[in-house]
């Protein structure tokens, strides 16, 4: 059984034992705080995205806005071939820089349901870039916009003809004076073509108005609005493989646009019952599957994931398969069903597993096999005793993100405290590392000694590992639940990691 989560290059990889753990190093930071800056709320990162390439970045936040970085140590700076070379040996250090940002949403007030429509960025996706320009999908809790991002140069006349105020026959007139309808002036004396004459030889002085290109700037571009699609707010958005289509789900709908119809989308996923009080679960994440773009799956607030095929049915209330894990018997209680509820799936780059992150764990799903997670991965599990506490301050519903590494070898989350964990997800492997968002990631990592070896499974290993935690936070009572790391993003080709902890934006790599 193989617990990679990436496909044909982490399965190859693990054939001969799993790959060492890695060695997390700081990278950059954007908008660190000084030790007791008060972040204004507008100023929190709400959604992180790399492109395909993962030669840019975007994050939105929840004042409206979208912030683009794009990576500069890649490129070439005509270094020699020996720069290169050396390169090579080295670990290469990921560099990006701040690009432009734009405003993509507004506060709005629905006056129809007296409801005020945040401006915060839930989510953004990246296009198929086109001649130069940079596509991208941002959306709030209503309302989808489609951006186009692109360099624009910016044009100046340089040359003028010759000084106006000394021009032969300029009269100095305080009132205007009066036109006549064909646009000549009523007044002889304002007639300057009769009175302007040229010398002999023509104006030395006179040139034509020469347009020079001086520099380029960045302009970002509403292309369309995908609007009055949804009653409940939006929670995803995600492209398809076909580079033409995208859905959005809310609480009870998933719908399907096509990028260049903007007030037309079909509804493909209808969870909303007849009656609203027979109402026991809502969509709480959907994306497309990274290859097939007829298949998609959608994770529900009772813990389950369903993978539907558009081929089916015009309408696909009924799934082609379903992955959940069955209840242990005894373990009912108050906060079951709400630690249960699914916060984000992911699809493996090569769309043969998911990941999905709940309030306690992780899950890896093999899309071939529903009878139960391939692997799962504690995270929160010394919070159970502190459940009551989190219900009581809204921790409990607290929405975190998970991600995948391209090769498919680790997956990672967040937690409070500023903190996230890395596991290895290949088999056999017991990599678990917990870092926090600073400029010492390592900070917080507490080595364990190895242990001898049992007769139990490797994905028994990964759980029990994972379920450690550093030190004194062992039983919750050293986390800051203010804290919390819910966003974070990994690099499509290699190991290097953006997260946000509440307005900064921390980079590592490994």
Same mark, same amino acid.
């Given at each position: 059984?193989?617990?990679?989560?990436?496909?044909?290059?982490?399965?190859?990889?693990?054939?001969?034992?799993?790959p060492p753990p890695?060695?997390?190093?700081?990278?950059?930071?954007?908008?660190?705080? %000084?030790?007791?800056?008060?972040?204004?709320?507008?100023?929190?990162?709400?959604?992180? *995205?790399?492109?395909?390439?993962?030669?840019?970045?975007?994050?939105?936040?929840?004042?409206?806005?979208?912030?683009?970085?794009?990576?500069?140590?890649?490129?070439?700076?005509?270094?020699?071939?020996?720069?290169?070379?050396?390169?090579?040996? %080295?670990?290469?250090?990921?560099?990006?820089?701040?690009?432009?940002?734009?405003?993509?949403?507004?506060?709005?007030?629905?006056?129809?349901?007296?409801?005020?429509?945040?401006?915060?960025?839930?989510?953004?996706?990246?296009?198929?870039?086109?001649?130069?320009?940079?596509?991208?999908?941002?959306? #709030?809790?209503?309302?989808?916009?489609?951006?186009?991002?692109?360099?624009?140069?910016?044009?100046?006349?340089?040359?003028?003809?010759?000084?106006?105020?000394?021009?032969?026959?300029?009269?100095?007139?305080?009132?205007?004076?009066?036109?006549?309808?064909?646009?000549?002036?009523?007044?002889?004396?304002?007639?300057?073509?009769? $009175?302007?004459?040229?010398?002999?030889?023509?104006?030395?002085?006179?040139r034509l108005p020469?347009?020079?290109?001086?520099?380029?700037?960045?302009?970002?571009?509403?292309?369309?609005?995908?609007?009055?699609?949804?009653?409940?707010?939006?929670?995803?958005?995600? #492209?398809?493989?076909?580079?033409?289509?995208?859905?959005?789900?809310?609480?009870?709908?998933?719908?399907?646009?096509?990028?260049?119809?903007?007030?037309?989308?079909?509804?493909?996923?209808?969870?909303?019952?007849?009656?609203?009080?027979?109402?026991?679960?809502?969509?709480?994440?959907?994306?497309?599957?990274?290859?097939?773009?007829?298949?998609?799956?959608?994770?529900?607030?009772?813990?389950?994931?369903?993978?539907?095929?558009?081929?089916?049915?015009?309408?696909?209330?009924?799934?082609? $398969?379903?992955?959940?894990?069955?209840?242990?018997?005894?373990?009912r209680s108050f906060?079951?069903?709400?630690?249960?509820?699914?916060?984000?799936?992911?699809?493996? $780059?090569?769309?043969?597993?998911?990941?999905?992150?709940?309030?306690?764990?992780?899950?890896?799903?093999?899309?071939?096999?529903?009878? !139960?997670?391939?692997?799962?991965?504690?995270?929160?599990?010394?919070?159970?005793?502190?459940?009551?506490?989190?219900?009581?301050?809204?921790?409990?519903?607290? $929405?975190?993100?998970?991600?995948?590494?391209?090769?498919?070898?680790?997956?990672?989350?967040?937690?409070?405290?500023?903190?996230?964990?890395?596991? !290895?997800?290949?088999?056999?492997?017991?990599?678990?590392?917990?870092?926090?968002?600073?400029?010492?990631?390592?900070?917080?990592?507490?080595? %364990?000694?190895?242990?001898?070896?049992?007769?139990?499974?490797?994905?028994?290993?990964?759980?029990?590992?994972?379920? *450690?935690?550093?030190?004194?936070?062992?039983?919750?009572?050293?986390?800051?639940?203010?804290?919390?790391?819910?966003?974070?993003?990994?690099?499509?080709?290699? #190991?290097?990691?953006?997260?946000?902890?509440?307005?900064?934006?921390?980079?590592?790599?490994?």
């Amino acid at each position: 059984m193989n617990g990679g989560g990436g496909g044909g290059d982490g399965a190859a990889s693990s054939g001969g034992g799993p790959p060492p753990p890695l060695e997390w190093r700081f990278s950059q930071v954007f908008g660190e705080r %000084t030790a007791g800056e008060e972040v204004q709320e507008v100023d929190i990162i709400s959604a992180i *995205e790399f492109d395909k390439s993962g030669d840019h970045l975007a994050t939105g936040d929840r004042g409206g806005r979208v912030v683009l970085f794009e990576r500069t140590d890649n490129k070439d700076n005509g270094g020699s071939r020996r720069d290169a070379e050396q390169m090579d040996y %080295t670990v290469r250090h990921p560099e990006f820089r701040y690009k432009t940002e734009f405003q993509s949403h507004e506060p709005e007030f629905d006056y129809l349901k007296s409801l005020e429509i945040e401006e915060k960025i839930n989510k953004i996706r990246w296009c198929q870039p086109a001649n130069g320009a940079l596509f991208l999908l941002s959306t #709030n809790d209503k309302t989808i916009k489609y951006w186009k991002v692109q360099e624009k140069k910016i044009k100046k006349i340089s040359e003028m003809n010759i000084d106006p105020s000394k021009t032969p026959g300029q009269p100095s007139s305080s009132s205007p004076p009066p036109v006549v309808a064909n646009g000549v002036h009523a007044d002889p004396a304002h007639d300057y073509l009769s $009175k302007f004459s040229f010398p002999p030889g023509g104006l030395p002085s006179l040139r034509l108005p020469v347009v020079t290109s001086l520099e380029t700037s960045l302009v970002a571009r509403c292309r369309r609005v995908y609007a009055h699609a949804h009653d409940y707010h939006i929670n995803s958005i995600s #492209n398809s493989s076909d580079g033409e289509t995208f859905i959005s789900a809310d609480d009870l709908r998933v719908n399907l646009w096509n990028l260049e119809i903007s007030n037309q989308s079909f509804n493909i996923v209808d969870v909303k019952p007849t009656n609203m009080e027979d109402l026991t679960e809502v969509i709480t994440s959907a994306e497309f599957h990274p290859i097939h773009c007829n298949m998609l799956a959608y994770s529900s607030s009772k813990g389950s994931i369903r993978l539907i095929d558009m081929r089916q049915s015009a309408l696909c209330d009924s799934h082609t $398969k379903l992955f959940e894990e069955p209840e242990a018997p005894g373990s009912r209680s108050f906060f079951t069903e709400i630690i249960a509820s699914i916060s984000d799936i992911k699809f493996s $780059k090569d769309g043969r597993y998911i990941l999905s992150r709940d309030y306690m764990t992780l899950k890896l799903w093999d899309i071939n096999m529903d009878s !139960g997670p391939v692997a799962s991965y504690q995270v929160h599990e010394h919070l159970r005793p502190k459940l009551c506490d989190l219900y009581e301050n809204d921790s409990i519903f607290d $929405k975190f993100e998970c991600c995948l590494s391209g090769d498919g070898l680790r997956v990672a989350t967040g937690s409070y405290s500023n903190l996230f964990r890395v596991f !290895g997800a290949s088999q056999g492997s017991t990599e678990a590392a917990t870092l926090e968002a600073s400029k010492n990631p390592m900070r917080r990592q507490i080595q %364990t000694p190895a242990r001898p070896s049992r007769t139990i499974s490797s994905m028994t290993r990964m759980v029990r590992r994972g379920s *450690e935690s550093p030190g004194a936070e062992a039983n919750g009572n050293g986390y800051d639940f203010t804290n919390k790391l819910l966003h974070m993003a990994w690099h499509p080709t290699e #190991n290097s990691i953006a997260c946000a902890a509440a307005n900064s934006l921390y980079m590592y790599y490994a």
